[in-house]
């Protein structure tokens, strides 16, 4: 049973478009995350959220948009997309503690902007 | 601003042979470090945790150790196996609800 679960696995679109990235997490973390994986792969955090609240939002354009409805989903939704938003991009999810965290992440969508 | 090298960027090596992975940050004030694995297409598995507070982390032939004043951990593989090839990739916390900071990985290969 996938711990973290995200849909597409695969986007291919042209510029312009909107879409959507859905992710979900069945361990009952409050946090969840997403991050980009470019070319280089080299990791950045974008967004993440506690229990439904925004706690970090890096640097990335307002054409993205994350949606947690819940707290075992956070959504990410791009508008316009462009070619440089070609990129893996991760969900992740934590529970934090006193204990130290460990982020589980989803197998990773992979969007292809033409 | 915290700042994740590994270092080399790929390896090769025969099946069989020990091997260490480094990873060395910028600021030491972190809340803990993470070693993953990134197998080609698919997402990260956690592998190893170390707490700020610890010196190293063992699980089956991997043992990850943490020296924080010198900002660098290592990620140590023994007798490797070809299903150990992948990208690692490190990672540290900067405190407990932030994010990760991720180095850019090192691609392993084991030859059989």
């Known amino acids: 049973d996938t711990a973290v679960s995200q849909t597409p696995k695969y986007l291919v679109t042209q510029m312009g478009n909107d879409k959507s990235i859905k992710c979900e997490q069945n361990?009952?973390?409050?946090?969840m995350y997403w991050y980009k994986q470019d070319s280089k792969k080299f990791l950045k955090i974008m967004f993440s959220?506690?229990?439904?609240?925004?706690?970090i939002n890096e640097t990335v354009p307002n054409r993205f948009s994350p949606k947690s409805p819940d707290k075992a989903h956070l959504n990410l939704h791009i508008n316009s997309l462009e070619l440089g938003d070609s990129a893996v991009y991760f969900c992740?999810?934590?529970?934090?503690?006193?204990?130290?965290?460990?982020?589980?992440f989803g197998a990773g969508t992979r969007l292809s902007v033409l | 601003k915290q700042e994740v090298t590994q270092i080399p960027a790929a390896l090769s090596v025969p099946e069989g042979e020990n091997l260490v992975l480094n990873c060395s940050f910028t600021d030491s004030a972190i809340y803990n470090l993470q070693w993953f694995r990134q197998d080609p297409g698919k997402g990260l598995t956690s592998l190893l945790l170390?707490?700020?507070?610890?010196r190293e982390q063992t699980s089956g032939r991997l043992n990850a150790s943490l020296d924080k004043s010198s900002g660098r951990s290592t990620l140590y593989i023994a007798a490797s196996q070809p299903g150990d090839s992948a990208t690692y990739l490190c990672a540290v916390k900067k405190t407990s609800g932030s994010r990760l900071t991720f180095g850019e990985g090192t691609q392993l290969t084991v030859n059989p």
């Open positions: 361990l009952g973390h409050d946090t």
């Open positions: 959220y506690n229990n439904k609240e925004l706690i």
């Open positions: 992740a999810s934590s529970q934090p503690g006193t204990g130290g965290t460990i982020q589980y």
């Open positions: 170390i707490q700020s507070s610890q």
